[in-house]
T-cell receptor, first 112, second 114 residues
Framework: DTAVSQTPKYLVTQMGNDKSIKCEQN?????MYWYKQDSKKFLKIMFS???????INETVPNRFSPKSPDKAHLNLHINSLELGDSAVYFC???????????FGPGTRLTVT | SQQGEEDPQALSIQEGENATMNCSYK?????LQWYRQNSGRGLVHLIL?????REKHSGRLRVTLDTSKKSSSLLITASRAADTASYFC??????????????FGQGTILTVHP
């Protein structure tokens, strides 16, 4: 199936831990994104990569570090997790020509 | 800051009725997009309308864009229970270094009763 996939789907961890979320797309897109959706469903962009290069870096704590090993993968590493990091994190991808973004199923992160 | 404001925040209708959701935004845009999110799922792209377009159709969906009023509407005709979801508008800003960046509204929760 052609899609954007994320792992894990659920992540429960304690404050202070370090965790990673992985994202892969097989749509041949050149741009990938990370979004954060809070408990009120508000969706905000965090990062964007185009051909493995960082092009958007919103005001995100530097505990969050994205890594793009190739243009089909964009991983998100979070250090020293805090309670406020609890949210659903979505990966997405798009192509320049189309403009529409294709979203993964999300990773629900719960920090206790 | 948030770009899109959606109205209403929640909409409850009967199957077969039409549903209209509105979105307003603040800055110049390249395009405006509508997405659907079913509970516990990722967002699904519905339709994209460019700043030089005024109306676009896709199946039971009709989107309008008024750049002078900085507003858009999404009309779903002959709604079905399966249309129950949250609907988000998202704007892609014109030019600059914000290439590819989408700014989302708060969404409208649509409930269609069978």
């Amino acid at each position: 199936d052609t899609a954007v996939s994320q792992t894990p789907k659920y992540l429960v961890t304690q404050m202070g831990n370090d965790k990673s979320i992985k994202c892969e797309q097989n749509l041949g897109h050149d741009t990938m994104y990370w979004y954060k959706q809070d408990s009120k469903k508000f969706l905000k962009i965090m990062f964007s990569y185009n051909n493995k290069e960082l092009i958007i870096n919103e005001t995100v704590p530097n505990r969050f570090s994205p890594k793009s090993p190739d243009k089909a993968h964009l991983n998100l590493h979070i250090n020293s997790l805090e309670l406020g990091d609890s949210a659903v994190y979505f990966c997405a991808s798009s192509s320049v020509e189309e403009g529409a973004q294709y979203f993964g199923p999300g990773t629900r992160l719960t920090v206790t | 800051s948030q770009q899109g404001e959606e109205d209403p925040q929640a909409l409850s209708i009967q199957e077969g009725e039409n549903a209209t959701m509105n979105c307003s935004y603040k800055t110049s845009i390249n395009n405006l997009q509508w997405y659907r999110q079913n509970s516990g799922r990722g967002l699904v792209h519905l339709i994209l309308i460019r700043s030089n377009e005024r109306e676009k159709h896709s199946g039971r969906l009709r989107v309008t864009l008024d750049t002078s009023k900085k507003s858009s509407s999404l009309l779903i005709t002959a709604s079905r229970a399966a249309d129950t979801a949250s609907y988000f508008c998202a704007t892609s800003n014109a030019g600059g270094t914000s290439y590819g960046k989408l700014t989302f509204g708060q969404g409208t929760i649509l409930t269609v009763h069978p």
